[in-house]
C-alpha cells in the first residue's frame, strides 16, 4: 500500500507469516466428505518438499460446500483444513502442497491397479498373471476399492507378476514381458470404501 490508496471493507492490508504451526487447507470433493473427520490423520507432502512427507491432522471440515474452481468438475467441494504436526526449515507460508487425509487403513493387504481387473460374461473378475512370460487367466475375490488400486482378497499371492493392462488384445496364453512397476506409498495403496 503507498500513502493515498483506496481501500475497501474486508480488503486484506496485511499478511503476517508465523514460522511454525502450519496449517493446509484442501478441497475435498462432497462424495469423499462424508469419510473425513476432525482428528484424522494426513500426510503433507509435494513437489515443493522433494521427497519430504510431513504428518498433519484434520483440524476442521467447513459445514458448506462450494463450488470448484475446476470447470471440467461439476461436484461441489468443502474445504478441509489440516493441522502440519512438525516442519520443515524452509517451509513458507503460501507454498502449494498435496494433502492426502487417511480416511482409512488397511495394512498387510494385497492390491491390484484397476486396470488389471477384467470380467468375465457372468460378471465375475479375474486378472492375468505373468507365468513363464505368457499371461494365465486367474480368478480373483475382490476387497474395497478406490479411484485406482481395489484390494484382493483371494486369488493372489505375495510376488505374483498381474497384468496391469486393459488392453483387449491381451488373452490367456499371450506372450508377455513384465515390466516391474514399483508399489505406491503403503497409504496409497490402503483402498477406502
Given at each position: ?14 499478511t ?9 487447507r484442501?478441497?475435498?470433493d ?35 460446500a462450494?463450488?470448484s ?17 512438525r ?5 513458507r ?11 482409512r ?10 486396470d ?21 487367466r ?7 476399492a ?5 484390494i ?19 488373452g ?22
Amino acid at each position: 500500500m503507498q500513502p493515498g490508496d483506496a481501500v475497501t471493507i474486508g480488503q486484506a492490508l496485511v499478511t503476517m507469516a508465523g514460522n511454525g504451526n502450519y496449517l493446509a487447507r484442501t478441497k475435498v470433493d462432497e462424495q469423499d466428505v462424508a469419510s473425513v473427520n476432525v482428528g484424522q490423520r494426513a500426510e503433507i507432502g509435494g513437489e515443493d518438499l522433494g521427497t519430504a512427507k510431513l504428518p498433519g491432522h484434520v483440524t476442521a471440515v467447513n459445514a458448506v460446500a462450494q463450488k470448484s474452481d475446476d470447470p471440467s468438475n461439476t461436484s461441489r467441494q468443502v474445504i478441509t483444513t489440516v493441522q502440519l504436526d512438525r516442519s520443515l526449515p524452509y517451509l513458507r507460508d503460501g507454498m502449494t502442497v498435496d494433502v492426502d487425509i487417511i480416511t482409512r487403513e488397511a495394512p498387510h493387504v494385497l492390491v491390484v491397479g484397476n486396470d488389471a481387473i477384467r470380467r468375465d460374461d457372468g460378471d465375475k473378475p479375474y486378472v492375468f498373471l505373468v507365468r513363464n512370460g505368457r499371461t494365465v487367466r486367474t480368478p480373483v475375490t475382490l476387497g474395497d476399492a478406490n479411484e485406482t488400486q481395489t484390494i484382493v482378497k483371494r486369488g493372489l499371492e505375495p510376488g505374483d507378476v498381474v497384468v496391469n493392462d486393459r488392453n483387449v488384445a491381451i488373452g490367456a496364453g499371450a506372450a508377455v514381458t513384465a515390466l516391474v512397476v514399483p508399489s505406491p506409498s503403503p497409504h496409497a495403496s490402503s483402498p477406502a470404501p
